[in-house]
């Protein structure tokens, strides 16, 4: 256990008077949650998701609710040596390392033992690396199996575990799939119930939605490949069957704590819609958040005018903002309202003169673009539904409407790419500078290219993943071309894709490699070490095999995905393998396939 440092109160009490908004409740007679995003404070408190919960779980009067944050965070993952332990641009890697004291709540400054429940907020596989660091020096045992009846129950959500819970299933007692709002009443019911821990997972498995890890015994084949899943009884749910909010207009979902310490620290956030509909095949938040839904303009402008009154700027927040069939209204009255805007998501084809005026009187000088490929052949491949003239005319409206910079994300290593396609990448990189040059002399572009990570739960989760030399030589080729036309590329490493990668399709084996790792570098090391390859992980995988995340469902149907899988295989011209579909699907992938081939 590491020890209360009087330094790490000073950090959260120098936190605590600086925030807008921190609940504080009284302890006495309420069971207490230690909400923990297992990253530092400069990222935990940008996530809406983390934030809507802090609120959600303090909305109950038997619950306090305190946040807890895992610094010092792994290092070589996101963050490290970013400066966000304090605010303070001057912090360094180096002063992380010294920081061994126990994880304390920003509210209190109690340790995690103080508190009945401990809930990870898990957003993002590479934080997985941090749940163990944060619970050994709190003196809570690492492994739900070694676990004693005065720990706390940990429970974890989030879209990264409701996708695929399994690598640090082991690690976790309970785990929420999908979303919280449906179940806080039987939480409160099981925890405010009292008894054992055995017990209170046996009434929480009951619950909708809630998956436990413990009560699953997960067969391996000699190849490494599932062979078969074991639930303890014929009561438990197999798969675990993901929750959703019905009407989001019965709440709201924004901001709670602000903080001038963090990169969106003069924004307030909201969230205008759940759900995507569009259907990107490599998409996680497209494929596990639907059905679509949409708040009301009045709703939306409550939460609004309650952010107005703490910030002017407002970021409405949702997978696909400018897809709301209301947005041009919203805008208008936020505007009224004195409110900047800023959009977390634009959509290519719904970009219109409107939209980008009044990103340009609400201070605007950067639009993000995410044509996602470059060629329209990979665009059908991946099933983003823009053409080529759709993308230069937005560029065009930005420039056009005094926005001077644009961002192009692309996505690299894409299945059945090639280099011809980056080329177009590149080409299509170019023109758009062109154009946006014609209407804004001074119109700069920059381009974000990321290695593709084949994701559990999407169309193309049985894809291998591009191999590092390959995705590297194409960053490479992009940068050739562009680089001497001043437009900025930049690139997520694909080294530490590959680790996000094993994660994002990993199974429960990969729990101990995660506990042994200090380094994002020493992963794939120790993964040999404890007698796994990395390649299994990264390979391509068996449409008709039992994937590590079977035990989980989003609700789209297996058959789906597969569809999706063999269309997309299709039109990429690549070989489709035995996929066992219905006969309405397998004609929709051989139509696919024709089209493919003669294209
Ligand atoms: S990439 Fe964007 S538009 Fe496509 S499904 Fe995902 S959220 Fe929707």
């Not at 919203?330 to 009044?358: H, N, Q, Y």
């Not at 059945?416 to 209407?439: K, M, N, Y």
Request: aromatic residues 6%.
């Amino acid at each position: 256990m590491g020890r209360i440092r009087q330094q790490d109160i000073e950090i959260q009490r120098k936190r605590l008077a600086r925030e807008q908004g921190t609940i504080r409740k009284d302890w006495g007679g309420r069971l207490p949650i230690a909400l923990c995003y297992p990253n530092s404070y400069a990222i935990g408190m940008c996530n809406l998701g983390f934030q809507s919960v802090y609120s959600l779980f303090n909305s109950a009067r038997e619950f306090v609710c305190e946040r807890v944050f895992a610094e010092p965070v792994l290092i070589g993952s996101r963050s490290a040596g970013r400066g966000d332990w304090t605010g303070d641009d001057g912090y360094r890697v180096e002063g992380r390392l010294e920081a061994l004291g126990e994880p304390l709540s920003v509210e209190s400054q109690r340790p995690l033992g103080d508190f009945a429940v401990v809930a990870f907020s898990l957003s993002f596989e590479l934080d997985y690396f941090n749940i163990g660091d944060v619970l050994r020096r709190a003196g809570i045992a690492p492994l739900a199996a070694d676990r004693v009846e005065t720990d706390p129950i940990i429970i974890a959500g989030g879209p990264a575990v409701s996708g695929n819970p399994e690598p640090v299933a082991p690690m976790l007692d309970a785990v929420v799939v999908g979303e919280v709002e449906p179940i806080v009443a039987g939480l409160q019911e099981v925890f405010l119930g009292g008894g054992s821990r055995a017990d209170q997972l046996a009434r929480l498995a009951r619950l909708p939605g809630v998956y436990i890890p413990a009560n699953y015994a997960i067969g391996y084949a000699p190849d490494g490949t599932i062979e078969r899943v074991t639930p303890a009884d014929a009561e438990v749910a197999l798969p675990v069957a993901r929750l959703n909010a019905r009407n989001v207009n019965d709440f709201h979902t924004m901001s709670a704590v602000l903080s001038p310490d963090i990169e969106l620290g003069d924004m307030f956030l909201v969230e205008m819609t759940r759900g995507c509909a569009r259907g990107c095949r490599f998409c996680l938040a497209g494929y596990t958040s639907l059905p679509v839904r949409h708040r009301h303009v009045d709703h939306l402008i409550q939460a609004v005018e309650q952010g107005r009154r703490l910030r002017k700027r407002i970021g409405l927040i949702s997978a696909a903002t400018s897809d709301h069939p209301q947005l041009e209204q919203l805008l208008a009255r936020m505007l009224e309202v004195g409110a900047d805007v800023s959009l977390s998501s634009l959509r290519i084809d719904r970009i219109s003169p409107f939209l980008v005026e009044a990103l340009v009187r609400s201070g605007t000088r950067t639009i993000t673009l995410a044509p996602e490929a470059g060629s329209q052949r990979m665009r059908d491949v991946i099933n983003k539904r823009l053409t080529h003239e759709q993308i230069v005319h937005a560029a065009e409206l930005a420039g056009r409407g005094g926005i001077p910079r644009i961002k192009l994300y692309f996505i690299v290593g894409l299945p059945g790419e090639t280099d011809d396609d980056v080329r177009e990448l590149a080409a299509l990189s170019a023109e758009i500078l062109e154009r946006a040059r014609e209407h804004h002399r001074g119109a700069r572009v920059a381009v974000n290219l990321s290695p593709h990570v084949p994701k559990a739960q999407t169309a193309f989760q049985w894809e291998a993943m591009e191999n590092v030399e390959t995705s590297t030589q194409r960053i490479k080729l992009v940068q050739r071309a562009l680089g001497p036309l001043g437009i900025d590329v930049r690139f997520e490493a694909p080294a530490a894709q590959r680790v996000q990668a094993i994660l994002a399709r990993g199974d429960r084996r990969l729990a101990p490699v995660l506990l042994d790792t200090q380094r994002l570098q020493q992963f794939e090391l120790n993964l040999r070490k404890h007698g796994l390859d990395p390649d299994f992980y990264l390979g391509s995988m068996d449409p008709n095999g039992i994937m590590p995340w079977s035990l989980v469902s989003t609700g789209v149907p297996e058959w789906y995905l597969k569809q999706e899988f063999g269309r997309a295989r299709g039109l990429g011209g690549q070989e489709i393998p035995m996929l066992d579909l219905p006969p309405k699907a397998a004609a929709v992938v051989e139509a696919a396939r024709l089209a493919g081939s003669a294209a």
